[in-house]
């Protein structure tokens, strides 16, 4: 722990950690009407024209937008990645779907850190016993159980960005990692987005089941067992040594 953090107030080190979870619970209630497929719906011309006489802007604006909502764990993420899709087809819509995420992942692992993640990172540091075995087993395996938390749709997003920091994980692993690893369930929300109008025009909305069929969740489940590979082996490795 740098000589800075050790004589930061605790109350700075928390706020932006209490700032997120804070403007999170206005959102949850605040947005969770307007952050929807209807409202996408009812503006989809109107998106459509702006993305036609600005489409720069419009991407950034996007881009800005999606990073705010996944770092204050706003309401209406699969309805941004859908819209990432819907205005900019699968290539442009799904970069900027991994992208947004990605920042907004990592604004969130920077806040708690700062604060509950370093003090619970030190306590580790200076553990014995169980503790400083579970310390060095998440050092050993941490890209796995990086990649793991990303690939198993089980695991909510907001807790696959808080959890890394507060056991102490690598920004740069976890910078990485989450990039790569929600590339494919961003494949498919974007590819949903793509074919969004002909689902309106039908008077329906997109079903989002889709992450859940064999033909999806097959393939993840697939990438997860790789990314588990190393711990592993890793692990088989440890119990013929003793």
Known sequence: MTQSARTKPAFLRHLPLAVILGVAAIG????????TFDTLRDNRESLLAL??????????????????????SLPGASVASVTGGF?????????????????GAVLIFLAARAGLGQTLSAKMD????????????????????????RLVPVVPFFVANLLPALVGARLHNFAWTTAVGIVPGALVFTS?????GEVFDRGENPDLGLLWSPQVLGPLLGLAVLAALPMLIRAIRGRKDI
């Open 28 to 35: 949850a209630f605040a947005l969770r009407d307007y952050l």
């Open 51 to 72: 993305r036609e006489a600005h489409y720069a802007a419009l991407a950034s604006g996007f881009l800005l937008a999606y990073v705010a909502i996944v770092a204050f």
């Open 87 to 103: 205005l900019f087809g699968l290539a442009a819509g799904t970069a900027l779907n991994v992208a947004a995420a990605s920042i």
């Open 126 to 149: 200076t553990g014995e016993g169980r503790l400083a075995r579970l310390r060095q087993g998440l050092r050993d395996n941490e890209i796995s159980a990086l990649l793991l938390l």
């Open 192 to 196: 949903i987005g793509v074919g969004v």
